[in-house]
């Protein structure tokens, strides 16, 4: 594990080498040079790792969000958002902001006959998170954007937000 100097670190970039991992992208030397440096293979994967040894996977490098100088995982924001009984499925995203830098950003998906306000939500998060991880603002959608796993495309809400701000 690294950090981002590339500095050994308990919370950082989960590295690994082995020839079983991968040679590279298929006819995409730009990709491969940017995944393998030094015969490492970046996973993009933040981890952290316990006195024992332990990894825990905390959050994608690209998903966490650098709001005010501070780092938060959209993974811990979401499972805030989940114990929400009205919310069946949450998305969290930083987008730009002239402040912060990058605004938490919250995107929710009401129960079938449930009703979400972004207000109560946010009081509802407030509880749990500290308060620089709480968002911004909170979108409520009928839907995600998935890819066909049914994993959330976050990009696509980050293309989709990023010039459509209300702060």
């Known amino acids: 594990m690294v950090d981002a100097d590339g500095n050994d670190a308990e919370l950082g970039e989960m590295l690994c080498r082995t020839p079983s991992v991968m040679r590279g992208y298929h006819k995409d030397p730009e990709r491969t040079a940017e995944t393998i440096k030094n015969g490492w293979v970046h996973t993009g994967d933040l981890v952290q790792q316990d006195e024992d040894g332990n990894l825990f996977f905390v ?74 991880k709480v968002p911004k603002v909170v979108h409520v959608l009928e839907s995600l954007p998935t890819d066909p796993q049914g994993k959330i495309r976050k990009r696509e809400l980050r293309a989709q937000y990023a010039n459509n701000r209300t702060l």
């Open 59 to 132: 959050d994608r490098i690209k998903d966490v969000v650098k709001t005010g100088g501070m780092n938060v995982s959209s993974l811990e924001v979401e499972d805030a958002l989940l114990r929400h009984p009205s919310i069946s499925s949450a998305a969290v995203v930083g987008l730009p902001d002239d402040y912060w830098g990058e605004a938490v950003t919250a995107f929710v998906v009401a129960r079938p006959g449930h009703e979400v306000k972004p207000d109560e939500v946010i009081a509802f998060v407030k509880d749990t998170l500290t308060v620089y």
